[in-house]
């Protein structure tokens, strides 16, 4: 098993910035690829960016957050970041940190493990 935990979510103006983390621990040597999603109300959840784990360190990104968002990780910490820049009222959303033994993938279905979400919210 492996354990997500995120944080660094909140309430922000628009045009300002927020830093997601997201610590893994447990089997995190079965993770190959590592992603965060968004779902906002009455919405299905989207693919935000992921980057690789265990093998290269490539970074994908959704096309509505490319140019604001950067992902990053620590593997020497076991944790992922999610730095968003430019917010805007359409990024309000619940954020989910997830982790999959597979390539890369934008599906959610593919991703294994999931933490529990942090909001954040974007102010006009």
């Known amino acids: 098993q492996v354990l997500l935990v995120e944080s660094g979510g909140g309430l922000v103006q628009a045009g300002g910035s927020l830093r997601l983390s997201c610590a893994a621990s447990g089997r995190t040597f079965t993770m190959n690829t590592m992603g965060w999603f968004r779902q906002a109300p009455g919405k299905e959840r989207e693919f935000v960016a992921g980057v690789g784990w265990s093998g290269g360190t490539s970074t994908y990104y959704g096309h509505s957050v490319k140019g604001r968002f950067t992902i990053s990780r620590d593997a020497a910490k076991n944790t992922v970041y999610l730095q968003m820049n430019t917010l805007k009222p359409e990024d309000t959303a619940l954020y989910y940190c997830?982790?999959?033994?597979?390539?890369?993938?934008?599906?959610?279905?593919?991703?294994?493990?999931w933490g529990q979400g942090t909001q954040v919210t974007v102010s006009s």
């Open positions: 997830a982790a999959t033994s597979n390539d890369y993938s934008d599906v959610a279905g593919w991703y294994e493990y």
